[in-house]
């Protein structure tokens, strides 16, 4: 479907549907799911990035087992607004994401998302061996 707006959302997004946050890294794909009431956000099992086909196709079953009706997916966005070359993968993932998965995509800006997360982490005590698996998917809670 491609990138919608926020204020386009909730008349795009299914009754009894849920929502998808994604930090997209290099590395790894975080992935938090609300709740069908869109008031919490349950991270989920990190992807770890091998190549596309495959990566979409663990994500896509990810987002059938949480009856999933839109995604959010986090912008890296720079600190004066711009836009680089990170911005710029991820706006390449939902060119190629989208077509597959039919559902509409929110570009939200992450800054700081995942310095949250890891701030987050530390307060409840995670050990740093524990936070390194959890990171991810917790920034993508965050962006959610």
């Known amino acids: 479907m491609g990138i919608i707006s926020i204020e386009e959302l909730p008349e795009r997004l299914g009754d009894g549907k849920t929502l998808a946050g994604l930090d997209l890294g290099d590395k790894t794909i975080g992935v938090a799911v609300s709740d069908r009431g ?9 992807i770890l990035r091998k190549k596309f086909s495959l990566d979409a196709a663990q994500l896509l079953a990810q987002l059938e087992q949480d009856n999933v009706g839109a ?7 720079n600190m004066d607004g711009s836009e680089g070359a990170r911005a710029q993968k991820s706006r390449a993932f939902v060119r ?13 800006d992450e800054r700081l998302s995942t310095v949250a997360a890891e701030r987050t982490l530390i307060e409840m005590d995670f050990s740093r061996k524990k936070r390194a698996g959890k990171i991810d998917s917790a920034a993508a809670a965050f962006i959610l």
């Open 71 to 77: 995604i959010v997916l986090g912008l890296p966005v």
């Open 96 to 108: 190629n994401m989208a077509p597959l998965s039919g559902l509409p995509f929110v570009l939200w």
């Open 38 to 46: 869109l008031s919490f956000a349950h991270p989920r099992p990190v």
